[in-house]
């Protein structure tokens, strides 16, 4: 139990676009996502916290403008990057929270979406 | 003073011993205590949560906190190979939506 999904995988973009990642949580359903993004070499960095129905709230120093978030119900939150500029390539990765009756507080994590904006 | 602290390491044992992962953190209303293991290019991956002092034992892995030394760690019995990896500590304080505080990680090199 306690899946979380990712898609795409990776995604490669060019200069200006913008990008779509999907976040399902796939046999629970999750009160709370959250968005991470990690460079080679570093830890995660929380960029968003996700309340279904609910605007996201975002850490301090990431545009939320340019990361667009939307938790539409209980099984999904998307992530857009919108205008995306190299300097925006990283791995992306959400988790969700909300897995069960004894492990709510515990934050399960999809796989990641690496993104590479040329 | 970070919030979270681990030893970057690399952390090296041989096949077969303890490894020991340390991590404190510095909130006193820090409330659960996470373990996470991520392999290189690949996301997190829970190993085991606790949330009261002592010990908890989950197979191969034990978690042990003491919450007067803001302190707690991660044993590995009979480590091996595939345990290889980066060691993510993870603290969710009161009151602040559920986030979690994630230190810098301890690399831990298993030798054959």
Not at chain 1, 77 to 104: K, M, N, Q
Not at chain 2, 51 to 74: C, H, I, M, P, W
Not at chain 2, 78 to 95: E, F, K, M, W
Request: charged share 20%; aromatic share 12%; with cysteine.
């Amino acid at each position: 139990g306690a899946v979380v999904s990712q898609h795409p995988s990776w995604v490669i973009c060019k200069s200006g676009t913008s990008v779509k990642i999907e976040c399902r949580s796939l046999d629970f359903q999750a009160t709370t996502m959250f968005w991470y993004r990690q460079f080679p070499k570093q830890s995660l960095m929380l960029m968003a916290t996700s309340n279904e129905g609910s605007k996201a709230t975002y850490e301090q120093g990431v545009e939320k403008d340019k990361f667009l978030i939307n938790h539409a119900s209980l099984t999904l939150s998307t992530l857009t990057v919108t205008s995306a500029h190299p300097e925006d390539s990283s791995f992306y990765i959400c988790s969700a929270r909300g897995g069960g009756t004894t492990d709510w507080d515990t934050q399960y994590f999809g796989p990641g979406t690496r993104l590479t904006v040329l | 003073q970070k919030e979270v602290e681990q030893n970057s390491g690399p952390l090296s044992v041989p096949e077969g011993a303890i490894a020991s992962l340390n991590c404190t953190y510095s909130d006193r209303g820090s409330q659960s205590f996470f373990w996470y293991r991520q392999y290189s290019g690949k996301s997190p991956e829970l190993i085991m949560f606790i949330y009261s002092n002592g010990d908890k034992e989950d197979g191969r892995f034990t978690a042990q906190l003491n919450k007067a030394s803001q302190y707690v760690s991660l044993l590995i019995r009979d480590s091996q190979p595939s345990d290889s990896a980066t060691y993510l500590c993870a603290v969710r304080i009161y009151n602040q939506g559920g986030k979690l505080i994630f230190g810098q990680g301890t690399e831990l090199s298993v030798k054959p």
